[in-house]
T-cell receptor, first 111, second 115 residues
Framework: GENVEQHPSTLSVQEGDSAVIKCTYS??????FPWYKQELGKRPQLIID?????GEKKDQRIAVTLNKTAKHFSLHITETQPEDSAVYFC??????????FGAGTTVTVRA | DSGVTQTPKHLITATGQRVTLRCSPR?????VYWYQQSLDQGLQFLIQ???????AKGNILERFSAQQFPDLHSELNLSSLELGDSALYFC??????????????FGPGTRLTVL
């Protein structure tokens, strides 16, 4: 089955700096890669996603890049703010309904 | 608020017992997904239903079962509970059946504590 590895498990950045989280997947049939943000005690919320036919996608301070050959995708947060502090999960999904999530990255933005 | 509702919010029970968790999807969504989130683990996909039928299975134990009713709400049944079943259980919903085509909207979760 699909195996998604997410690094780092924890990330501490100074406010205003950038944060990068990387995920690698094993199944080349995966074609959809969402990223979720989960604040303490709250539900996961989709923040950005990318499909296998696209290499990069941006939404304001958030961007995701996908390297299909190397089977990895990354989340980039620029100009981090205290409200970016949360746990971020990546996922790799196949068309035949196989879903796999990374273990999560706890991001702390220091003021 | 995602529009997905889950009840109850909290559930405390004893080992060996059986519980039922309930989820109502967003209006118009036909797919329901169930996830388990333990303290030291990420999100584990359990099972997906689409329009009343089971669509995909993940790491769901045999002691667990689910169903989706004609009104599209779903229930997750957990039996012979063990201490290790203590976790946050989320459901999510989406419009279509393909997990690779639609955004999933998560409910607020049910926190299960097994004593």
């Amino acid at each position: 089955g699909e195996n998604v590895e997410q690094h780092p498990s924890t990330l501490s950045v100074q406010e205003g700096d950038s944060a990068v989280i990387k995920c690698t997947y094993s199944d080349s049939a995966s074609n959809y890669f969402p990223w979720y943000k989960q604040e303490l005690g709250k539900r996961p919320q989709l923040i950005i996603d990318i499909r296998s036919n696209v290499g990069e996608k941006k939404d304001q301070r958030i961007a995701v890049t996908l390297n299909k050959t190397a089977k990895h995708f990354s989340l980039h947060i620029t100009e981090t703010q205290p409200e970016d502090s949360a746990v971020y999960f990546c996922a790799a999904i196949r068309g035949d309904y196989k879903l796999s999530f990374g273990a999560g990255t706890t991001v702390t933005v220091r003021a | 608020d995602s529009g997905v509702t889950q009840t109850p919010k909290h559930l405390i029970t004893a080992t060996g017992q059986r519980v039922t968790l309930r989820c109502s999807p967003r209006s118009g969504d036909l797919s329901v997904y169930w996830y388990q989130q333990s303290l030291d683990q990420g999100l584990q996909f359990l099972i997906q239903y689409y329009n009343g039928e089971e669509r995909a299975k993940g790491n769901i134990l045999e002691r667990f079962s689910a169903q989706q009713f004609p009104d599209l709400h779903s229930e997750l049944n957990l039996s012979s509970l063990e201490l290790g079943d203590s976790a946050l259980y989320f459901c999510a919903s989406s419009v279509r059946q393909g997990a690779d085509t639609d955004t999933q909207y998560f409910g607020p979760g049910t926190r299960l504590t097994v004593l």
